[in-house]
T-cell receptor
Framework: RKEVEQDPGPFNVPEGATVAFNCTYS??????FFWYRQDCRKEPKLLMS???SGNEDGRFTAQLNRASQYISLLIRDSKLSDSATYLC????????????FGAGTRLFVKA | DAGITQSPRHKVTETGTPVTLRCHQT?????MYWYRQDPGHGLRLIHY???????DKGEVSDGYSVSRSKTEDFLLTLESATSSQTSVYFC???????????FGSGTRLTVV
């Protein structure tokens, strides 16, 4: 089992749709979590941090479920410009520092 | 306004030659990282640095070495390039070890 797993997709959704991605992690000692966005042939860019209490930034909502060991990203009212690959990141700092990137979920938003 | 730059952006090199990639930051961040990204594998950590002359290995460090003689510069060297090292290489910086990263624009390396 991979330490961090994402559904690779692709997710094909129409403009205005709501779409959700999940990312599961295997290490219960993981401490911090992030979502990144990566456009084709570009570098990943930090989208948002993920907190136990959940956090929202405009149309984007991220949540953490420690009991089930997954994080989620919800995008409401999808725009064409949301088309990208979304990477989840899980950090662990027990007995060493370790950051694991998921392989990413591809999203295509269609007009 | 980029606080992190990588050079070169593209490089083609022959098998067996040494190659050095450079990462330069203007943010004065303590942590710097080198990742490679390959289809189906996501981003994998090669080496990282937590201060000047303080470096450590990541999960795919074989065949690579790094140096950090100044806060702002982190060099990645492929000692003898192989075709399996054809990849996109990203440098990243962070203020804290477990904080969010800022990535450079990447270096596309092809080893022929």
């Amino acid at each position: 089992r991979k330490e961090v797993e994402q559904d690779p997709g692709p997710f094909n959704v129409p403009e205005g749709a709501t779409v959700a991605f999940n990312c599961t992690y295997s290490n219960s000692a993981s401490q911090s979590f992030f979502w990144y966005r990566q456009d084709c042939r570009k570098e990943p860019k930090l989208l948002m941090s993920v907190y136990s209490s959940g956090n929202e930034d405009g149309r984007f909502t991220a949540q953490l479920n420690r009991a089930s060991q997954y994080i989620s990203l919800l995008i409401r009212d999808s725009k064409l410009s949301d088309s990208a690959t979304y990477l989840c990141v899980v950090n662990t700092h027990t007995g060493g520092f370790k950051t694991i990137f998921g392989a990413g979920t591809r999203l295509f938003v269609k007009a | 306004d980029a606080g992190i730059t990588q050079s070169p952006r593209h490089k083609v090199t022959e098998t067996g030659t040494p190659v050095t990639l450079r990462c330069h930051q203007t943010e004065n961040h303590r942590y710097m990282y080198w990742y490679r990204q390959d289809p189906g594998h996501g981003l994998r950590l090669i080496h990282y640095s937590y201060g000047v002359k303080d470096t450590d290995k990541g999960e795919v460090s074989d065949g690579y070495s790094v140096s950090r003689s100044k806060t702002e510069d982190f060099l990645l060297t492929l000692e003898s390039a192989t075709s399996s090292q054809t990849s996109v290489y990203f440098c990243a910086i962070s203020e804290e070890g477990l904080g969010g990263y800022t990535f450079g624009s990447g270096t596309r390396l092809t080893v022929v």
